[in-house]
């Protein structure tokens, strides 16, 4: 009997499920023979759930190993059309679980694809494993031609200035240690992603014997990020004598438990919090003791609390230095400021996302989710000092007429909150025009935050990840981006719709990359030229781009356009149904251009300001 005649069945196929797409057949005798195979199993170990990938031959010892050797089962591979959205689909599915998933890239092209997803994911703080090759290293065993030019002395120095540890290990056995060293460290806070070089010699060399099995759970210790007990009593002592404190909550995570800490510290000391759309939510927007409502920039009621402050406690808050500064006008603030963050690790020469100096009277290198329970239990049930408003929360955003005209910002929200009602959401991205005031948050899963380093194209990708992490939750994935994202990420739709991963995309579409001729305008002004010519080089039109079919053209369901807000209602309602049945599905709203008003005065200074 020939082997083939001995294959076993392949899986039973759900449409439903991720892990039931793409199954192979089995054979029934695979054992770990190569050094390929060694990695896999490391994968699986690490207990790597997914690893999405771009097919590349410098990585095909490993492909074989993920598919025959262990059966394209955990880590199960989710093929994506680039390597950018491999990345970014790893950076989304952190956002929500807060751990690594994997994704692979061919050689140093692979890698080129895949550097703005991995800046991205640098500057979110995001934890992922990025795996690479090349090679073979040595030369006698290259092909000619192809595997020379995909062949670099030093493929980690690409982006060494914006991963937390790369490395480009030379044997099965290194590459185990190296593997586990790279989980360990993305998923250490402060959190990143990592890159981990095979060489494709090493991939397909024969082991010469077993290696011993090891539990890859020694050599993952937990690092404390905790405060000692003089720290705590310290910054105690602080808060209880502050009058008027001010917390910034910043990079958190998604635990509920940490949510609660911070709510509880707030009320207990009648502090006012502060929260940033940059970053996942922090604190329940529609509590009295959130003030205003929350942006990629302060809004003046933000930094007006900020400024009568005499103590502020940043919980590893964005930006700290541009923030006081705008506050106190650029001057000292006159508060004590307490900055509970472990970010400097990360700091390097290369990068200035660790943005500028700020003026701190305590730094305690501390995860800020660890401190805040820390202080929970020290104020105890110590009576608050916040009035009984406390239980009265914010009312809901303000209702806006859907009237046949033109479509704005606030329309698109209105309609999206009136067509999804009670269901249990969570806005995986947000575009630049957005007001925090049109949607409250009330839970950790309820925003996930920006991009990070405004890498533009990510929106999709970190969405279907993100999405990826919810599908077995009871949340409905909602990205709303603008239509530059969209038509430059469109591809990783596809990804989801493949892997029948629900998602709800909304394309905020005002047909330009408008960011850009906010900044046209300014400069035409600032030399006394006409700013009517802003437009030129940035307009999407003539021909307009069919966002829908575009959509459709990756599998998923797509509506619209959608032109006036008497329309929204019926196509929202139509794709929140169909993306709560499972779809994909994706609706181009024609929106009018037009920002908050911190946007645009942050926009409209002589310099600075973000990208498209």
Request: charged letters at 20%; a negative charge; proline letters at 7%.
């Given at each position: ?600 005065a942050s926009l409209t200074k002589p310099t600075g300001g973000e990208g498209k």
């Amino acid at each position: 009997m020939s082997k083939s005649d001995n294959i076993l069945r392949k899986r039973e196929i759900s449409p439903d499920r991720v892990a039931d797409i793409e199954n192979p057949v089995i054979w029934p005798d695979v054992s770990v023979r190569f050094g390929s195979d060694v990695v896999a199993e490391t994968l699986r170990d690490l207990d790597i759930p997914y690893i999405a990938i771009n097919p590349g031959a410098s990585f095909r010892g490993l492909h074989d190993s993920l598919v025959n050797l262990l059966g394209n089962e955990r880590p199960k591979m989710l093929l994506c059309l680039h390597e950018e959205h491999a990345v970014a689909i790893a950076h989304g599915y952190a956002k929500v679980t807060g751990t690594a998933m994997g994704a692979a890239v061919h050689s140093n092209v692979g890698l080129f694809h895949a550097t703005m997803a991995m800046f991205n994911a640098w500057c979110d703080r995001m934890p992922v494993m990025v795996i690479g090759a090349t090679g073979p290293v040595d030369a006698a065993h290259r092909r000619p031609w192809i595997e020379w030019i995909h062949t670099a002395r030093d493929q980690g120095a690409i982006v060494r200035g914006y991963t937390k540890w790369d490395d480009q290990p030379a044997s099965p056995k290194a590459a185990r240690e190296s593997l586990m060293r790279a989980s360990w460290l993305s998923n250490t806070s402060p959190k990143g992603p990592v890159y981990v070089n095979l060489d494709a010699g090493m991939q397909e060399q024969t082991l010469s014997e077993p290696l011993e099995p090891i539990d890859v759970n020694r050599y993952r210790p937990a690092v404390s990020a905790a405060i000692s007990a003089a720290q705590l009593a310290e910054l105690h002592e602080i808060l209880e004598n502050a009058e008027k404190p001010v917390i910034l909550a910043g990079r958190v995570s998604r635990s509920r438990k940490a949510w609660d800490a911070r709510v509880h510290l707030a009320e207990a000391l009648g502090a006012k919090v502060v929260t940033d759309l940059k970053v996942g939510a922090a604190f329940p927007t529609n509590h009295p003791l959130h003030v205003a409502s929350p942006g990629i920039y302060a809004v003046p009621a933000a930094l007006a609390a900020i400024a009568e402050a005499d103590v502020i406690l940043s919980l590893d808050w964005v930006d700290l230095a541009g923030t006081l500064g705008a506050a106190y006008g650029g001057k000292a603030p006159t508060a004590s400021v307490v900055h509970i963050s472990q970010d400097h690790v990360l700091h390097n020469g290369w990068s200035m996302d660790h943005q500028g100096l700020p003026p701190v009277d305590l730094l305690l290198a501390a995860d800020p989710d660890e401190v805040a329970e820390e202080l929970t239990e020290a104020v105890g049930g110590r009576e608050s000092r916040t009035t009984d408003a406390v239980f009265a929360r914010k009312p809901a955003p303000k209702a806006v007429e859907l009237g046949h005209h033109p479509i704005r910002m606030e329309h698109l929200a209105h309609a999206l909150r009136e067509a999804v009602g009670d269901r249990k959401t969570s806005l995986t991205h947000l575009p630049l025009g957005w007001d925090g005031a049109f949607w409250h948050f009330s839970d950790p899963l309820d925003f996930l935050g920006s991009d990070g380093g405004g890498g533009i194209g990510g929106g999709p990708g970190i969405s279907v990840g993100a999405a990826l992490a919810l599908k077995e939750s009871d949340r409905l994935p909602i990205c709303i981006g603008g239509d530059g994202d969209f038509v430059m990420g469109v591809q990783a739709v596809w990804t989801a719709a493949h892997y029948r991963i629900p998602l709800l995309t909304i394309v905020a579409n005002n047909q330009s990359f408008y960011n850009d001729e906010v900044h046209q305008e300014r400069v035409a002004k600032m030399r006394d030229r006409p700013p009517e010519n802003k437009w030129i080089g940035q307009r999407m039109s003539d021909p307009e781009i069919d966002i829908a079919a575009l959509a459709r053209a990756q599998g998923a369901r797509g509506i619209g356009p959608v032109c006036f807000a008497d329309e929204l209602l019926a196509a929202f309602r139509e794709a929140v149904e169909a993306t709560a049945a499972g779809e994909v599905v994706v609706v181009d709203v024609r929106t009018e251009p037009g920002y908050t008003p911190a946007m645009v005065a942050s926009l409209t200074k002589p310099t600075g300001g973000e990208g498209k």
